[in-house]
């Protein structure tokens, strides 16, 4: 399985933006899929996850804010972002994963791929 991640660029607080990530070379739909990120100089870190039947996770930080989504006919998962914050400020990177036992959504080691990353910067 391929990923590729788009959408990400400089925004101003309080702005959205929507990234997205476009799967190829699997069967998109039986996968659960993960956005994480890399804020500057910190640890990679979970951001929100999608089960193939919809159910949705999110980190503390951006629950309300923050919206994971998916459409199986495009082999796609979204992340539209709103209210963003300085603290936003990471490479977001989306990840896939078979067979992910939901109480182990938030772990990196539980998703097979990755894709490449895509810079989002939130200015104040």
């Known amino acids: 399985v391929q990923l590729q991640a788009s959408g990400g660029g400089l925004v101003q607080a309080g702005d959205s933006l929507r990234l997205s990530c476009a799967a190829s070379g699997g069967t998109f739909r039986r996968y659960s899929m993960g956005w994480f990120r890399r804020p500057p100089g910190k640890e990679r870190e979970f951001v929100a996850s999608i089960r193939s039947g919809g159910d949705t996770s999110y980190l503390d930080s951006v629950k309300g804010r923050f919206t994971i989504s998916r459409d199986n006919a495009k082999n796609s998962v979204y992340l539209q972002m709103s209210s963003l914050k300085p603290e936003d400020t990471a490479v977001y990177y989306c990840?896939?994963?078979?067979?992910?036992?939901?109480?182990?959504?938030?772990?990196?080691?539980?998703?097979?791929?990755w894709g490449q990353g895509t810079l989002v910067t939130v200015s104040s």
């Open positions: 990840a896939a994963g078979s067979g992910i036992i939901w109480s182990s959504r938030e772990n990196q080691r539980s998703y097979d791929y």
